[in-house]
C-alpha cells in the first residue's frame, strides 16, 4: 500500500520589518494627499483662547473689550452718599454725658458740667435737641431746626439751624465731613457776631462722641477766645 502523505501547516509569524514598511508608507501617501491640496481652500479656525497666553488674563481682557464699540455703555451709577453722611450715624441717640471747662489761660475749672444732644432726621430736615446744667443745678435747654437746601444731595453744604423759639439768642451753621467728623459755628442773632465754634468727633467705632467747643467773643473788638468746652457723650440707653 502507498504510504499516505501528511502536510503539516506551519502557522508563519508576522514578520515585523514588512509590517512597519507598510505603515510608513501608508502615512506617507496620506501626507502627500493632503499637502497637494491648495491652502486658500483648507478652512482654517482660530481659537480665541489659544491666542493669548493663559498667564496674562488683563490682555485677554483687553482683547474681549477692545474692539467692542458696538456694545452699549453701561448707565452711570448715581451717588450712593446719604444726606447726612455723619449726623445719620449719630441720629436718634440721646447723647449724655459731662463737660470739662478750661479758661482761655488753659486752666481747667474746679467744677463739672452736665449735659447731651440729641439729633432727630426726618427727609431733609434736622432738629437738635440739646440741655445743659450748670454747677448751681438750672438747666438751659434749647431746640435747633434747620433743612438741607434742595440741590444739596451729598450733604456737602452748610446747614443751618435756627431756634425754635422766636427769643433765641444764637443761630447755628454745621457742616459734614464723612466718615465721622461735624464742624459747627454759632452766631448772635442779632449783632451776627461769632459766639462759638466747635468740632464733633464720633470715635469708638460710635459709641462715644467728642465734642470740643470754643467760646468767643467781640467785646474788645477782634474775636477772642474766652473758654473751652470739652465734651465726651455717650448714649444713654447703653
Known amino acids: 500500500a502507498a504510504p499516505r502523505l501528511r502536510l503539516r501547516l506551519r502557522h508563519q509569524k508576522p514578520n515585523l520589518t514588512v509590517m512597519l514598511a507598510f505603515a510608513v508608507s501608508a502615512a506617507l501617501s496620506l501626507l502627500a494627499v493632503t499637502l497637494a491640496q491648495p491652502l486658500h481652500n ?5 481659537a480665541p483662547s489659544l491666542l493669548v497666553p493663559r498667564r496674562l488674563p488683563w490682555l485677554a481682557h483687553r482683547r474681549r473689550t477692545l474692539f467692542a464699540v458696538e456694545d452699549p455703555q453701561p448707565p452711570a451709577k448715581e451717588s450712593s452718599e446719604p444726606l447726612f453722611p455723619v449726623l445719620g ?4 441717640i440721646d447723647w449724655e454725658g459731662i463737660c470739662r471747662y478750661v479758661g482761655s489761660d488753659l486752666r481747667p475749672a474746679p467744677f463739672l458740667l452736665r449735659g447731651g444732644m440729641r439729633y432727630d432726621l426726618d427727609r431733609k430736615q ?15 435747654e434749647v431746640v435747633m431746626r ?6 444739596d444731595k451729598e450733604g456737602s453744604s452748610t446747614l443751618r439751624l435756627d431756634p425754635e423759639a422766636a427769643e433765641g439768642p444764637i443761630y447755628m451753621e454745621l457742616v459734614e465731613l464723612p466718615p465721622d467728623t461735624v464742624l459747627m459755628n454759632e452766631y448772635n442773632r442779632s449783632s451776627g457776631d461769632l459766639v462759638l465754634t466747635a468740632t464733633v468727633s464720633v470715635v469708638d467705632g460710635g459709641e462715644e462722641l467728642v465734642q470740643v467747643s470754643h467760646e468767643m467773643s467781640s467785646d474788645s473788638g477782634d474775636p477772642a477766645i474766652v473758654g473751652h468746652q470739652v465734651w465726651r457723650l455717650k448714649s444713654s440707653f447703653r
Do not use: D
Not at 483648507?42 to 482660530?46: D, E, G, H, L
Not at 434747620?146 to 440741590?151: L, W
Open 89 to 92: 450715624r449719630i441720629a436718634g
Open 42 to 46: 483648507t478652512p482654517v479656525a482660530f
Open 126 to 140: 434736622c432738629t437738635l435737641s440739646s440741655f445743659l446744667t450748670f454747677p448751681n443745678g438750672k438747666t438751659r
Open 146 to 151: 434747620g433743612e438741607r437746601p434742595s440741590g
